[in-house]
């Protein structure tokens, strides 16, 4: 089975430029969960989606949104690209919500912001 | 602030010996503990779970969480080189949503 894809694998962009990343989940899983990680970190949360509803959000300014799909996959949209915004943006999926159930991680999309 | 905190390491074992990955936490309402393996440019890998008291195996792997210390640990018996990598503890916030991350212990393991 196909674990959590992410597109794209790299992007580029500069300041002030908007980017949109996506994520389809593992099958069956209907949570997405999204995470930055910069170098020398670990993963910060920014949003969880299930069944296209926000279930939470990380503390990340509202230049961050992000959304879910009828089929489950997601979107994590970023506006105004500061070089800050430079990481690995991680999507991860679970079957449900809850605190006992396992998150995978996709490779993820490195955003380099010039 | 919730927190997880892990000692960054580096921490190097020689090949065959047992490795201990320690973690400690600020939340007292976090019931689920992760343990995730990232090697050097890539994403992190679910390694181990563990939620209840005491110690869980698999494998060469054992997680061991004692809640009344806020503590959790992961130990590798037999460490292989390929065993070199970060380690990323992580807990679930008290809404079962967000999982917080430690910072890594990176691991190195010398043939």
């Known amino acids: 089975d196909a674990g959590v894809t992410q597109s794209p694998t790299h992007l580029i962009k500069t300041r002030g430029q908007q980017v949109t990343l996506r994520c389809s989940p593992i099958s069956g899983h209907k949570s997405v969960s999204w995470y930055q990680q910069v170098l020398g970190q670990g993963p910060q949360f920014i949003f969880q989606y299930y069944e296209k509803e926000e279930r939470g959000r990380g503390n990340f300014p509202d230049r961050f949104s992000a959304r879910q799909f009828p089929n489950y996959s997601s979107e994590l949209n970023v506006n105004a690209l500061l070089l800050g915004d430079s990481a690995l943006y991680l999507c991860?999926?679970?079957?449900?919500?809850?605190?006992?159930?396992?998150?995978?991680f996709g490779d993820g999309t490195r955003l380099s912001i010039l | 602030q919730k927190e997880v905190e892990q000692n960054s390491g580096p921490l190097s074992v020689p090949e065959g010996a047992i490795a201990s990955l320690n973690c400690t936490y600020s939340d007292r309402g976090s019931q689920s503990f992760f343990w995730y393996r990232q090697y050097s440019g890539k994403s992190p890998e679910l390694i181990m779970f563990?939620?209840?008291?005491g110690d869980k195996e698999d494998g060469r792997f054992t997680a061991q969480l004692n809640k009344a210390s806020q503590y959790v640990s992961l130990l590798i018996r037999d460490s292989q080189p390929s065993d070199s990598a970060t380690y990323l503890c992580?807990?679930?916030?008290?809404?079962?949503?967000?999982?917080?991350f430690g910072k890594g212990t990176t691991l190195s393991v010398s043939s």
């Open positions: 991860a999926s679970s079957q449900i919500p809850g605190d006992n159930q396992p998150q995978h």
């Open positions: 563990i939620y209840s008291n």
């Open positions: 992580a807990g679930s916030d008290q809404a079962g949503t967000a999982l917080i």
